[in-house]
């Protein structure tokens, strides 16, 4: 009831009180728990998480940081897994945007009092989160799969600051990019560092890829069909030969496009929106801007020294970053 709801907000606020904090992006301030900067809000659902949440050995887990393509794997996700059940032509992403299509744990889990069900959820149940791996409780971490998506930390930035700079409160300043720039380098914004998050993935790929598949948006952008059918073996529906010669493949990529969603009566201001809580509700458009690899380049200039050398230089995940 109101006042046990109330109750339980204090109590949450004197926890996140004794916490370090700092800046935030969108709202006030973030804070430091276990290693990560993260909103009052999204503490909040972790500490749900870890004491309500019962993960299905079948569930999988969509990971990543903020920004680098949850949308976008939101409905390739959604549309492999259900395609025996959906016909491409008249799916319920052409109506309802890929945010609805399946629950953003971090949230969703305090959007009905105490926490959410997820108990009517079809097998294998899809969640999204942009929790550090360590931050996550074993029994979901030791059981369930994750796909991870990893992006250029530079157009992630962009792309977030873009973003934050939109939601964040008309009654706090606004956040310059050169200030988030510094942020960012610094491990601050919300669910950063943005290297011990992706190192964390990638650590626990390298030592169970049969539990956690790290994928980069940009391999998506530059070869989706290929991406796509690791992608399905990887959630244990492989795609058929048949399929494959039907071109289901290549439909779902074009259903799942950029240009394809972004174009959507719902995407575009239509009414479809991610309610995150009862105060912060996302309109759809928000999650499609430009849905380029490089955007940075306007931002930053390549040179020794300069803002994207800086970043390059403190990359650690091999293989990854392109010079
Ligand atoms: P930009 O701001 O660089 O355009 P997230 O979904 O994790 O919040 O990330 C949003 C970013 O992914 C935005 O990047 C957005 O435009 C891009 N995006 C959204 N849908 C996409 C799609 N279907 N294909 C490629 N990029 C997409």
Redesign the pocket.
């Known amino acids: 009831d109101e006042n046990q709801t109330q109750t339980d907000n204090q109590q949450h606020e004197n926890f996140v009180a004794t916490l370090p904090k700092n800046k935030g992006w969108r709202s006030e301030n973030i804070f430091l728990y276990n290693g990560f900067w993260l909103s009052s809000d999204v503490i909040k659902g972790l500490l749900l998480i870890h004491n309500h949440f019962k993960p299905q050995p079948t569930d999988i887990f969509l990971a990543?940081?903020?920004?680098?393509?949850?949308?976008?794997?939101?409905?390739?996700m959604f549309a492999t897994i259900n395609r025996h059940r959906y016909k491409l032509s008249d799916h319920p992403l052409l109506r309802t945007g890929?945010q609805s299509m399946f629950p953003f744990l971090d949230t969703h889990i305090f959007l009905d009092y105490p926490v959410t069900n997820f108990d009517h959820l079809p097998a294998p149940r899809l969640f999204a989160t942009?929790f550090g791996y360590g931050l996550l409780p074993k029994s979901m971490t030791s059981r369930c799969k994750f796909v991870y998506?990893c992006?250029d930390p530079k157009?992630?930035l962009?792309?977030?600051w873009?973003?934050m700079s939109k939601l964040r409160s008309k009654e706090l300043t606004p956040l310059s990019f050169s200030e988030a720039y510094e942020m960012f380098c610094n491990g601050v914004s919300e669910y950063g560092p943005f290297w011990d998050h992706v190192l964390g993935y990638w650590k626990a790929s390298q030592e169970s890829p049969d539990k956690i598949l790290f994928m980069k948006?940009e391999d998506?952008?530059r070869e989706p069909v290929v991406e796509l059918k690791k992608l399905a073996s990887f959630m244990g529906m492989p795609f058929t030969a048949e399929e494959e010669g039907r071109g289901v493949v290549e439909e779902i990529v074009k259903l799942?496009?950029?240009?394809?969603?972004?174009n959507l009566d719902v995407n575009k201001g239509g009414g479809g929106g991610q309610k995150f809580t009862t105060k912060v509700v996302v309109e759809n458009q928000e999650?499609?801007?430009?849905?380029?690899v490089g955007?940075w380049k306007n931002y930053m200039t390549y040179r020794r020294d300069e803002r994207a050398d800086r970043f390059d230089h403190t990359q650690q995940v091999e293989g990854y970053w392109f010079g």
Do not use: I, Q
């Open positions: 990543s940081f903020m920004k680098c393509g949850t949308t976008w794997f939101k409905a390739l890929p942009h998506v992006r157009d992630a962009v792309s977030k873009h973003f948006y998506m952008k799942c496009s950029f240009e394809n969603l972004s999650f499609f801007r430009k849905g380029k955007d």
